[in-house]
């Protein structure tokens, strides 16, 4: 019913609460609330969620692993949603699917913002981190970082795109033409890189925890050349390496692994602390670096790539009240694919 009017406030009888899983003290887990719905400020649409894909960062964010959590918060960042109501300056059909990702504001003015570097931006505000996110039924997000989806995803499939699948996307971006990629850690992030990669004509290496042989599978299914245990040396010296897990003594061997001039890209937000390794391991020309958040430019470019390929994304579905349970199953390496929470 609330589905046919177009921008301005919810129409009245619309749900008058949102069901949210709230994080209310770091380390706890999250708790079922009921609030008052929220209404779409100026540039912001309220979406009704879908679907909303359980990242990695979830996990650091509830652990207090990540600076300045202000609580409570409504963490997730993957978020498809349909258009219900539209703030001012707005003009969206309701019903309009689109795509929330972590970047979910940047000033705009600083010279990272002016120089294509938003996603470095000091004041940029993230989505489920500093603004409520897709654990919930509904949220409200400023529609210049919202994104259209392709229609062959449906709602479940499309939600790990928007960070498993966007930072994953810049990670490999950072490696250059490299045709011998090291990929370590065989999660949400990785799935789809090596869907990308193995279009791109690169061949996939892929390191997973030892003796997680179900992830060597799945990596072996997805067109990797080579799966083994990240102890183990790669068959053959790698032009680049990504490290997904947050493990830093994947670093030193990441680095290993690569050969002269190679690249190493550390994809995550967080990394326990990287042991001292002998600079002979560095030296030769190879490049260490991070990738951080993503630009609404890499959004852009991956979400049209992604049916082309075509990505497909592989999903285990969760009620939005099953969170904390989706949450200790990626904690234990137990998702194939992503998880994705549905309200
Ligand atoms: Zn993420
Ligand atoms: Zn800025």
Redesign the pocket.
Known sequence: MEKHFFCGQPAPGYDAYVKAMVLNRLGEALRLEHRDNPQPGAGQVLLRIKACAVCRTDLHLVDGELPDIHTPIVPGHEVIGEVVACGDGVDMSSGTRLGVPWLGG?????????NGQ?N?????KFTGYHLDGGYADHMVADHRYCFPIADRYSDTEAAPLMCAGLIGYRSLVMTGDAKSLGIYGFGAAAHIVAQVARYQGRHVYAFTRPGDTRSQTFARELGAVWAGDTHEGAPQKLDAAIIFAPAGELVPQALRAVRKGGIVVCGGIHMSDIPQFPYEILWGEKQLRSVANLTRRDAEEFLALAPEVPIKTRVQTFAVEQANQALGLLRTGQIDGAAVLVP
């Open positions: 940047s000033c705009g003015t600083c010279t990272y913002c002016k938003e470095l931006c000091d004041d940029a």
